[in-house]
């Protein structure tokens, strides 16, 4: 069972444009949603993460929004940098995150 | 430096073969995590191990099998039971009760049947 939907599945943006992501979460327990980025033929790596107690989370040009009576958190990357492609999971956990789920992915595709 | 390491990058599989993949780590992470991936589906989880000579079952688990002897070592044996083991395989860990740093990957295993 697919317990978060992230959207679009890819995404083309062109140099200095916003990149937007979003996810949808069935479970409300989730108490741990990291976003992760990954570059071709390499493991995921932590990107940026928030927990439900607060609405925004920025660091550098990257902005995760959550919404939770929606139940939807998106990650917004400004500025974006041909640097930027790559594969982007959202996440979710609970408690000691032995059961986080991942959604199925966004390929953005920064264009010079 | 500390991290994950993955091994081989590239694995070649004969049908009706047993083929084991190796994770070691040196972060001193209690808990280590096997993910698949494939195009569209995200990562799905195999097996997952909190403490040496104890792992449990993920959602995939059928046709795999795990086993923890060392703290540093999770490898992961891809049997011949799994009918469609082609795919991106992702190692992970996570340091005891500091889940603000989510799970440090390694660099991955790509096996392809052949």
């Known amino acids: 069972q697919q317990q978060v939907k992230q959207s679009p599945q890819s995404l083309i943006v062109q140099k200095g444009g916003i990149s937007i992501i979003n996810c949808a979460y069935e479970?409300?327990?989730?108490?741990?949603f990291p976003w992760y980025q990954q570059f071709p033929g390499k493991g995921p790596a932590l990107l940026i993460a928030?927990?439900?107690?607060?609405s925004e989370k920025k660091e550098g040009r990257f902005t995760i929004s959550f919404n939770k009576s929606a139940k939807q958190f998106s990650l917004h990357i400004m500025d974006s940098q041909p640097g930027d492609s790559a594969t982007y999971f959202c996440?979710?956990?609970?408690?000691?995150?032995?059961?986080?789920?991942f959604g199925a992915g966004t390929r953005l595709t920064v264009k010079p | 430096d500390g991290g994950i390491t993955q091994s081989p990058k590239y694995l070649f599989r004969k049908e009706g073969q047993n083929v084991t993949l190796s994770c070691e780590q040196n972060?001193?992470?209690?808990?280590m995590y096997w993910y698949r991936q494939d195009p569209g589906q995200g990562l799905r989880l195999i097996y997952y191990?909190?403490?040496?000579?104890?792992?449990q079952k993920g959602d995939i688990a059928e046709g795999y099998s795990v086993s923890r002897e060392k703290k540093e070592s999770f490898p992961l044996t891809v049997t011949s039971a799994q009918k469609n083991p082609t795919a991106f395989y992702l190692c992970?860990?996570?340091?005891?009760?500091?889940?603000?740093?989510?799970?440090?990957f390694g660099s991955g295993t790509r096996l392809t049947v052949v």
């Open positions: 479970n409300t327990a989730f108490d741990y």
């Open positions: 191990s909190q403490i040496v000579n104890d792992f």
């Open positions: 996440a979710a956990s609970i408690g000691n995150n032995n059961d986080m789920r």
């Open positions: 928030i927990r439900p107690d607060v």
């Open positions: 992970a860990s996570r340091p005891p009760g500091q889940r603000r740093d989510g799970y440090t």
């Open positions: 972060l001193n992470h209690d808990a």
